[in-house]
Protein backbone atom coordinates (compact mmCIF):
# COMPACT_ATOMS: atom_id res chain seq x y z
CA UNK A 1 0.00 0.00 0.00
CA UNK A 2 1.43 3.78 -0.71
CA UNK A 3 0.88 6.32 1.28
CA UNK A 4 -1.85 8.19 -0.87
CA UNK A 5 -4.34 4.24 -0.05
CA UNK A 6 -3.59 4.95 3.40
CA UNK A 7 -5.10 8.57 4.02
CA UNK A 8 -7.74 7.63 1.80
CA UNK A 9 -8.81 4.56 4.08
CA UNK A 10 -8.35 6.80 6.81
CA UNK A 11 -10.93 9.08 5.81
CA UNK A 12 -13.37 6.63 4.66
CA UNK A 13 -13.33 5.16 8.33
CA UNK A 14 -12.99 8.38 10.50
CA UNK A 15 -16.73 8.47 11.39
CA UNK A 16 -16.15 4.64 12.80
CA UNK A 17 -13.67 6.36 15.46
CA UNK A 18 -14.32 6.92 19.44
CA UNK A 19 -13.67 10.32 20.26
CA UNK A 20 -15.67 9.90 23.98
CA UNK A 21 -13.29 10.98 26.53
CA UNK A 22 -13.05 8.52 29.58
CA UNK A 23 -14.59 9.24 32.97
CA UNK A 24 -13.12 12.10 35.76
CA UNK A 25 -10.68 10.48 37.99
CA UNK A 26 -9.67 7.39 34.52
CA UNK A 27 -6.15 7.96 34.47
CA UNK A 28 -5.79 8.14 38.71
CA UNK A 29 -7.80 4.52 38.71
CA UNK A 30 -5.57 3.07 35.61
CA UNK A 31 -2.25 4.28 37.62
CA UNK A 32 -3.20 2.66 40.24
CA UNK A 33 -4.22 -0.55 39.28
CA UNK A 34 -1.14 -0.09 37.28
CA UNK A 35 1.28 0.31 40.32
CA UNK A 36 -0.47 -2.46 42.46
CA UNK A 37 0.01 -5.03 39.64
CA UNK A 38 3.90 -4.21 39.42
CA UNK A 39 4.23 -4.30 42.92
CA UNK A 40 2.55 -8.15 43.22
CA UNK A 41 4.24 -9.37 39.94
CA UNK A 42 7.62 -8.32 42.00
CA UNK A 43 6.99 -10.18 44.82
CA UNK A 44 5.95 -13.23 43.12
CA UNK A 45 9.04 -12.46 40.72
CA UNK A 46 11.47 -12.78 43.71
CA UNK A 47 9.78 -15.48 45.26
CA UNK A 48 10.15 -17.53 42.47
CA UNK A 49 13.67 -16.62 42.43
CA UNK A 50 14.27 -17.80 45.54
CA UNK A 51 12.70 -20.66 44.80
CA UNK A 52 14.03 -21.82 41.14
CA UNK A 53 17.97 -20.89 42.36
CA UNK A 54 18.73 -24.17 44.57
CA UNK A 55 16.13 -25.98 42.13
CA UNK A 56 18.52 -24.81 39.40
CA UNK A 57 21.64 -26.58 41.21
CA UNK A 58 19.70 -29.52 42.20
CA UNK A 59 18.88 -30.11 38.07
CA UNK A 60 22.00 -29.69 36.86
CA UNK A 61 23.10 -31.90 39.44
CA UNK A 62 20.75 -34.50 38.32
CA UNK A 63 22.07 -34.04 35.08
CA UNK A 64 25.24 -34.83 35.73
CA UNK A 65 24.69 -37.58 37.93
CA UNK A 66 22.93 -39.24 34.90
CA UNK A 67 25.35 -38.78 32.74
CA UNK A 68 28.04 -40.19 34.79
CA UNK A 69 26.21 -43.34 35.56
CA UNK A 70 25.26 -43.39 31.69
CA UNK A 71 29.16 -43.05 31.37
CA UNK A 72 29.85 -45.98 33.89
CA UNK A 73 27.62 -47.98 31.93
CA UNK A 74 29.27 -51.05 30.51
CA UNK A 75 29.79 -50.75 26.35
CA UNK A 76 29.54 -54.11 24.72
CA UNK A 77 32.39 -52.48 21.91
CA UNK A 78 35.13 -51.70 24.69
CA UNK A 79 37.00 -53.41 27.12
CA UNK A 80 37.00 -52.58 30.88
CA UNK A 81 38.67 -54.21 34.26
CA UNK A 82 35.90 -56.40 34.29
CA UNK A 83 37.08 -57.94 31.39
CA UNK A 84 40.51 -58.51 32.38
CA UNK A 85 39.99 -61.14 35.34
CA UNK A 86 37.21 -61.71 38.01
CA UNK A 87 39.36 -60.34 40.78
CA UNK A 88 39.29 -56.87 38.72
CA UNK A 89 35.68 -56.87 38.10
CA UNK A 90 35.19 -57.31 41.54
CA UNK A 91 37.51 -54.05 41.97
CA UNK A 92 35.52 -51.95 39.67
CA UNK A 93 32.05 -53.30 41.03
CA UNK A 94 34.00 -51.89 44.76
CA UNK A 95 34.59 -48.62 43.25
CA UNK A 96 31.58 -48.08 41.06
CA UNK A 97 29.09 -48.77 44.85
CA UNK A 98 31.92 -47.02 46.49
CA UNK A 99 31.10 -43.96 43.83
CA UNK A 100 27.58 -44.07 43.99
CA UNK A 101 27.74 -44.18 47.62
CA UNK A 102 29.64 -41.29 47.41
CA UNK A 103 27.71 -39.52 44.87
CA UNK A 104 24.48 -39.99 46.94
CA UNK A 105 26.00 -38.35 49.57
CA UNK A 106 26.72 -35.32 47.71
CA UNK A 107 22.79 -35.47 46.35
CA UNK A 108 21.47 -36.04 49.76
CA UNK A 109 23.11 -32.35 50.29
CA UNK A 110 19.74 -30.01 49.50
CA UNK A 111 21.14 -26.03 50.74
CA UNK A 112 21.43 -23.83 47.84
CA UNK A 113 24.76 -22.31 49.99
CA UNK A 114 26.70 -25.41 48.75
CA UNK A 115 25.06 -26.54 45.21
CA UNK A 116 28.32 -24.08 43.50
CA UNK A 117 30.71 -26.91 45.35
CA UNK A 118 28.59 -29.37 44.18
CA UNK A 119 28.17 -28.77 40.50
CA UNK A 120 31.68 -28.28 40.30
CA UNK A 121 33.12 -31.80 41.92
CA UNK A 122 30.43 -33.59 38.98
CA UNK A 123 31.71 -31.50 36.85
CA UNK A 124 35.28 -33.08 37.59
CA UNK A 125 33.78 -35.97 37.65
CA UNK A 126 32.50 -35.81 34.54
CA UNK A 127 36.30 -35.16 33.23
CA UNK A 128 37.34 -37.76 35.70
CA UNK A 129 34.94 -40.23 33.32
CA UNK A 130 35.65 -38.67 29.87
CA UNK A 131 39.48 -39.86 30.51
CA UNK A 132 38.17 -42.96 32.18
CA UNK A 133 36.85 -43.47 28.27
CA UNK A 134 39.60 -42.80 26.82
CA UNK A 135 41.45 -45.31 29.24
CA UNK A 136 38.96 -48.20 28.19
CA UNK A 137 40.11 -47.33 24.27
CA UNK A 138 43.48 -47.61 25.39
CA UNK A 139 43.27 -50.45 26.81
CA UNK A 140 41.61 -52.24 23.76
CA UNK A 141 44.89 -51.27 21.48
CA UNK A 142 47.28 -52.14 24.19
CA UNK A 143 46.19 -55.76 25.06
CA UNK A 144 45.95 -55.53 28.74
CA UNK A 145 48.91 -52.97 28.88
CA UNK A 146 49.79 -52.99 33.29
CA UNK A 147 50.56 -49.25 32.88
CA UNK A 148 46.37 -49.01 31.70
CA UNK A 149 45.07 -50.91 33.99
CA UNK A 150 46.82 -48.71 36.73
CA UNK A 151 45.99 -45.46 35.35
CA UNK A 152 41.89 -46.72 35.32
CA UNK A 153 42.35 -48.01 39.05
CA UNK A 154 44.14 -44.76 39.57
CA UNK A 155 40.95 -42.67 37.69
CA UNK A 156 38.37 -44.93 40.40
CA UNK A 157 40.27 -43.54 43.09
CA UNK A 158 40.33 -40.33 42.01
CA UNK A 159 36.60 -39.77 41.52
CA UNK A 160 36.32 -41.15 44.99
CA UNK A 161 39.17 -38.72 46.67
CA UNK A 162 37.67 -36.19 44.89
CA UNK A 163 33.89 -37.12 46.34
CA UNK A 164 35.20 -38.06 50.15
CA UNK A 165 37.01 -34.05 49.81
CA UNK A 166 34.11 -32.46 48.46
CA UNK A 167 31.69 -34.67 51.66
CA UNK A 168 34.42 -33.57 53.70
CA UNK A 169 34.49 -29.95 52.95
CA UNK A 170 30.98 -29.66 53.16
CA UNK A 171 30.59 -31.27 56.63
CA UNK A 172 33.37 -28.48 57.98
CA UNK A 173 31.34 -25.84 56.63
CA UNK A 174 28.44 -27.02 58.58
CA UNK A 175 30.97 -27.30 61.57
CA UNK A 176 32.07 -23.60 60.98
CA UNK A 177 28.68 -22.27 60.51
CA UNK A 178 26.71 -23.77 63.47
CA UNK A 179 29.99 -22.54 65.75
CA UNK A 180 29.45 -19.20 64.44
CA UNK A 181 25.82 -19.30 65.18
CA UNK A 182 26.99 -20.68 68.85
CA UNK A 183 28.92 -17.69 69.19
CA UNK A 184 26.52 -15.20 68.19
CA UNK A 185 23.77 -16.96 70.04
CA UNK A 186 26.12 -16.67 73.27
CA UNK A 187 26.46 -12.81 72.55
Given at each position: ?N?????T????IK???N???P??G???????????Q?????HK??S???????L???A????????VFA??Q???N?R??A?I?PE???????????I????EK?N??D??????L???????????????????????????????????IS????R???L?N??E?ID???????????N??T?
Amino acid sequence: MNKGDLNTMFKNIKEDFNFEEPNAGHQKRFLDKLNNQNTIVEHKSSSVRRLWRPLIGVAASIVLLISVFAGIQKDSNTRDLANISPEMASTEDFFLITITSELEKLNSEDSPEYQELIVDALFQIKILEENYKQLKLDLNESGDDKRVIYAMISNFQNRIDLLQNVVEQIDNLKQQKTEQDENSSTL
